[in-house]
């Protein structure tokens, strides 16, 4: 499975993006999919994850009631529509593959990542 980000920026404070990874490979609708990020000077922690038909969704309380990701199978595709952005948002994103449950939410529970896409969120 190869993933690719996409959708960073820079965006002011209190904006909005969206960020999508596209996946290849024919097993994407059988994948919980997940999104990390890595803030400058820190470790990749956990976003948000999605079960494989979408009908679970897990957050980070940093991110939840801002952040909402979604996933359409027909595009191999998954979303972090990212609103209320704040600086401390800012970091680098990844998204990552097949993890072991769809409220997984440590690194080594995903098999596959992507390259990151940078956010930057300007106050």
């Known amino acids: 499975v190869q993933l690719q980000a996409s959708g960073g920026g820079l965006v002011q404070a209190g904006g909005s993006l969206r960020l999508s990874c596209a996946a290849s490979?024919?097993?994407?609708?059988?994948?919980?999919m997940g999104w990390f990020r890595r803030a400058p000077g820190k470790d990749r922690n956990f976003v948000a994850t999605?079960?494989?038909?979408?009908?679970?969704?897990y957050y980070a309380d940093s991110v939840k009631g801002r952040f909402t990701i979604s996933r359409d199978n027909a595009k191999n595709t998954v979303y972090l529509q990212m609103d209320s952005l704040k600086p401390e948002d800012t970091a680098v994103y990844y998204c990552?593959?097949?993890?072991?449950?769809?409220?997984?939410?440590?690194?080594?529970?995903?098999?596959?990542w992507g390259p990151g896409t940078l956010v930057t969120v300007s106050s």
């Open positions: 990552a593959a097949d993890g072991r449950r769809w409220y997984s939410t440590a690194l080594s529970e995903y098999n596959y």
């Open positions: 490979g024919r097993t994407f609708s059988s994948y919980v």
């Open positions: 999605i079960s494989w038909s979408g009908g679970n969704t």
